[in-house]
C-alpha cells in the first residue's frame, strides 16, 4: 500500500511568454512555442515518515502549441535538491514522477513528455511573505528572478491576485495566483539553453495529497 503523503508549497515559473502567461487560461504560448524554468518550494510535507519540509525542485522544459491539448507534452529534465537525504530523493522521485496520485499523476500523464534527464544540485529558492517577488538560482543551470506585475491604478502594497484560473500549471488545489515581469530568465540544462529577462513569471501557491481525488 502507498504511503499517505501531503506537500503544501509554492510553484514559480520564468517563460517565454508575454505578461500574463496565456498557458495559465487555458490557451496556446504567446509565439505558439515556451521554454522555461519551474520551480516547487515545499514549506511543508511529508512522505509517511519522511519529512520533506524546505526542499526544493526545479523542470526545465519547452514545448510548442497548447500545453492543455491532447496532444502536446512538454520536454523537461529535473534537479532535485542536493540538500535531500537518501529517503527524502527516494519520496521526491515517487510523489513528482507522479507514482502516487494527485496533482503529480496528473501532470505525468497529461502533460509530461520526453525526460530530459535528472540532476542534483544546490537550489535557492526565495519568495517574498507577499508575493511581491521571487528568486531562483541554480549555478551554472539556472537562474530566475521577478517582481509582481503593477499598474498605475494599484495601491501601494495591494498587489492584483487572480484565483480560480482555468489553466493553473499547480493543478486544482491551487491559491490566488500572482503575476510578475522576469528581471532575469534563463537556463542552460539538458541541451536546453535561453534567456527570456523581460517575459513572463507568476507565482502558485498550492497542496498537494494522497487523498486528493480529481
Known sequence: MAEQWRILGDFVDFCKCAVPCPC????????GDCQGVIAYRIREGNYGEVKLDGLNLV???EFEGNIWDEDVRA????IIDERADDAQREALQTIFAGQVGSWPQMFAENVLGKMLGMEFAPIALEIA???SSWSLTVPGKARGASEVLTGPTNRPGEHAHVVNIP???AGPNSGPTTYGIATASEADAFGLKFDWAGRSSKHIPFEWSSEDRF
Open 129 to 131: 511573505d507577499d508575493s
Open 59 to 61: 523542470g526545465i522544459t
Open 24 to 31: 495559465s487560461w487555458g490557451r496556446p504560448p504567446t509565439e
Open 75 to 78: 520536454d523537461m529534465g529535473m
Open 167 to 169: 489553466g493553473s500549471e
